[in-house]
């Protein structure tokens, strides 16, 4: 793999938006039986958290300026885009990872980059605090080779990895089945936690991200 782990200033303020806007705050237990399904509302606003909205009966269904909504879905992954009050929404891929007891533990958001950089697209990937710093974060395709990312800050939304993706890295994703990302618990620094990631609509959700 050829990921680039340095940041690439075109993408910062877009991926900063989403992050302030979109990052969660990750519980160390969940109750699966509240879980929304706000990837099946598209169109919809979600807040920060990315559950629906409600409806205020005196107020526009659609999204305002300053909100997310669900465009479309693919697979297990999501097309999220930003309301903007001038010009075209920006969107993102979006995936929430859960461990085995249906506990959110990790998600990723790809966004498209220029034309003529080493990177063609820029990931985010967010962790929960308390997470051992020291120990980086591990992404391996389809049990490939493993590759480790230092993390470049953390804030209330978790611990915040940032990636350049080359071509190489996106063809990578679009052949594969899954990978899995495995971080350390700062609590249980002998442990490591991992969870996985699907790869099944990446293709599509990439060429939807990318034609915008």
């Known amino acids: 793999m050829t990921f680039i782990d340095r940041p690439f200033a075109k993408t910062a303020a877009l991926l900063a ?14 109750d699966t039986d509240d879980q929304p399904e ?17 409806p205020d ?8 300026p300053g909100q997310q909504y669900l465009q479309e879905v693919f697979s297990d992954w999501a097309l999220r885009c930003l309301k903007v009050e001038e010009g075209d929404d920006p969107c993102q891929m979006y995936q929430l990872m859960s461990d085995e007891d249906g506990n959110d533990v990790a998600e990723i958001a790809i966004v498209s980059l220029p034309d003529g950089g080493q990177a063609v697209a820029g990931a985010t990937i967010v962790v929960p605090l308390e997470t051992l710093l020291t120990e980086q974060i591990t992404l391996r395709v389809d049990g490939g080779q493993a ?8 804030n209330l939304g978790g611990c915040v990895t940032r990636l350049g993706l080359t071509a190489q ?7 594969g089945a899954e990978a899995t990302l495995s971080m350390v618990p ?18 599509a959700a990439f060429d939807a991200v990318s034609a915008q």
Not at 38 to 54: H, I, Q, R, T
Not at 57 to 64: I, V
């Open 186 to 203: 700062a609590a249980a620094p002998d442990q490591r936690v991992t969870v996985t990631m699907s790869l099944s609509g990446f293709t």
């Open 57 to 64: 009966p005196q107020e526009p269904q659609e999204p305002q």
């Open 147 to 154: 590759r480790r990312f230092p993390f470049n800050f953390c």
């Open 17 to 30: 938006t989403f992050a302030v806007l979109g990052a969660p705050v990750f519980a160390q237990e969940t």
């Open 38 to 54: 706000s990837v099946f509302n598209l169109g919809e606003p979600v807040d920060e958290s990315g559950n629906p909205v409600a």
């Open 169 to 175: 890295d996106v063809a990578l994703f679009k052949r």
